[in-house]
């Protein structure tokens, strides 16, 4: 005889069998819910003067099947103002962050702890089996699939889409209400228009003129020719015209605040994953500092942003762009973006000698400066070209880790790596590693608000060719700099130091990022630099929206803790993205 039992259902459960199907998200599980049968035992008194039941009650049955910290919900909620109003709260006077706090929450609904714990295990399971956008784990679905080991993958591929779709209304819901761009004052479009006009310039990878046809053919398929809007909306000019009537900075601090805003909506969840060590947000992030390059062809006379390529690059002249990153196996956001390549952007006058476009110290402390304000930095990852003197002096005077690889200088990187062979200690053997650590390394260079040949120690790590290095020449040693505590005297203390320098490697992804913000931003031959600015940086929280997608898509899914690459490619959000531009106009 089984001793299997059909499972008994509670009242939450037999509601969820009644309300969830396919289509069926919290907001409208939370309005159809009737919890009224649990008020009689409700910890709080009712002569206390506290938020009602049900509110309280729905938000932490749903915290509990979301696997949501309770502490996070206002934040939360306040992002989902229907879903606020559908649990019976009112969106503009949510609850403070104390009446969540978890100590209060389960001395309140103490009697009911079992009752949800059930309930929502039985809720998840419903969801699960009809392919709803609730409470959906892996674990879950494994447990209602006769032992298969991995859910199907056309199953995961229709949660896919599912959470896809909800997640972009993050675009209008976080990244465009964040920035504003001019208009006329008696304007019959809004400025929400504009930015539309620009993410349809992106996603199509078109210039500004074709987006403006794009967004009217959009805005009224079947046009009434005497609609104020084909008289006087936006267009690709009216687009351009705004951008040039920003200045550099301008467009950094709506970008960059819209980037913040961006990563804050990924923040709570990102937290849980994260070690809590008592730190802001509970994580200290590894960040990655680069500088990249987007090619300029055509006549750059008189072009003040304009830079010189490097050598192996396949043009002569681009524009520079500097990011700040966070990186980790599951994240890699854009957090923050600056032009380079303007004497009067740059803050030239505080360093000794003659005038340069950029000093890379200086874009060392505008990034670092613009993480800081919501990121607690632990290490930095850097590319080549933050090698210098001022560099390191920032991030020692900020008490920040770093690898950065060092460049290959004629007179002393370079001769140490030429005589790699003859320098390092150690074998190449299976618990040896040979390498070079010099942990008393000398720089000479100009610092702010310093002379111009400052010097400064760090230490010098040489690793030997690796043929899957992507940062070094093939068959190259491959030197950094860092702060880390590192040396080459034993085995052991070898095969630490390269273990830590091979976590450089956290980094690729932000290298492969560039290719795809760039794949991201809108087409222009504008040789105003304002307009190639503002489609970098539009690129930038593009990218960024991508990665919110796919990161709280995979959330939703339950791969999150294990995924290390993206389930949705880029391609196929931008064609999710086109057909929800609709939406937004």
Not at 43 to 51: A, E, I, L, Y
Not at 393 to 417: F, M, S
Request: proline share 5%; net charge negative; glycine share 6%.
């Amino acid at each position: 005889m089984s001793n299997d039992l059909p499972e008994v259902r509670t009242a939450l459960g037999e509601q969820a069998v009644d309300i969830i199907d396919e289509e069926t998200d919290w907001v409208t599980l939370g309005e159809s819910l009737d919890v009224t049968r649990y008020r009689h035992r409700d910890g709080h008194p009712d002569w206390h003067s506290g938020t009602p039941f049900r509110p309280m009650f729905l938000s932490y049955l749903w915290a509990t099947v979301e696997g949501e910290s309770l502490s996070g919900i206002p934040d939360r909620l306040a992002d989902k103002p229907d879903l606020a109003r559908a649990f019976g709260f009112d969106p503009n006077n949510l609850p403070s962050e104390s009446t969540f706090r978890p100590a209060r929450i389960e001395a309140r609904f103490e009697e009911l702890e079992s009752t949800v714990k059930r309930g929502a295990e039985q809720i998840q399971k419903v969801a699960a089996e009809r392919g709803a956008p609730i409470g959906y784990t892996l674990v879950n679905l494994n447990s209602s699939t006769n032992g298969n080991s991995n859910p199907s993958e056309r199953t995961i591929d229709r949660l896919l889409r599912k959470k896809g779709r909800e997640v972009l209304d993050e675009l209008k819901t976080v990244a465009i209400p964040s920035i504003s761009v001019p208009r006329p004052d008696e304007a019959v479009y809004d400025d929400n228009e504009l930015l539309v006009l620009e993410a349809i310039a992106a996603i199509r990878r078109t210039a500004a003129n074709e987006a403006g046809k794009e967004l009217g053919d959009k805005k009224n398929p079947d046009p009434d020719l005497d609609d104020p809007f084909y008289e006087d909306g936006p267009s690709g000019e009216t687009l351009l015209e705004a951008m040039k009537q920003m200045s550099v900075d301008q467009i950094a601090t709506v970008m960059n605040f819209a980037l913040r805003k961006t990563y804050t909506r990924a923040k709570p969840r990102l937290r849980e994953l994260e070690h809590d060590n008592g730190s802001r947000f509970g994580t200290r992030a590894k960040v990655g500092m680069d500088i990249t390059y987007v090619a300029y062809h055509g006549e750059h006379e008189g072009m003040e942003w304009m830079q010189g390529a490097p050598e192996k690059k396949g043009y002569e002249w681009c524009h520079k762009f500097a990011t700040v990153t966070i990186v980790g196996e599951n994240t890699h956001y854009v957090v923050g973006v600056y032009p380079l390549g303007s004497t009067e952007f740059a803050d030239t006058h505080a360093y000794a000698g003659e005038d340069n476009s950029y000093y890379v110290g200086d874009v060392a402390r505008r990034l670092l400066s613009i993480a800081d304000e919501y990121v607690n930095i632990r290490m930095v990852y850097a590319d080549r070209e933050f090698h210098a003197v001022d560099v390191i002096c920032t991030l020692e005077q900020r008490g920040l880790n770093y690898i950065i690889p060092a460049k290959k200088d004629k007179h002393r990187v370079g001769p140490l790596c030429d005589n790699f062979d003859q320098i390092k200690s150690g074998y190449d053997e299976e618990h040896d590693t040979p390498l070079y650590v010099d942990d008393e390394f000398p720089m000479h260079g100009p610092v702010k608000y310093d002379v111009s040949n400052a010097k400064v120690y760090t230490k010098l790590v040489i690793l030997p060719p690796d043929e899957d290095d992507e940062v070094h020449e093939r068959d190259s040693p491959q030197p950094f700099l860092t702060n880390l505590d590192v040396s080459d005297e034993i085995a052991l203390d070898r095969r630490w130091t390269r273990e830590q320098m091979e976590e450089y490697s956290d980094r690729g992804a932000v290298e492969n990022s560039y290719s795809s913000i760039k794949e991201a931003a809108a087409w222009t031959t504008s040789k105003e630099f304002e307009v190639r600015w503002f489609h970098f940086a539009f690129g930038c929280i593009v990218y960024n929206m991508w990665l919110l997608v796919d990161f709280l898509t995979q959330d939703r899914i339950g791969v999150i803790e294990t995924r290390k690459k993206p389930r949705v490619a880029l391609s196929r959000f931008l064609r999710w993205l086109d057909r929800e531009l609709v939406t937004l106009i």
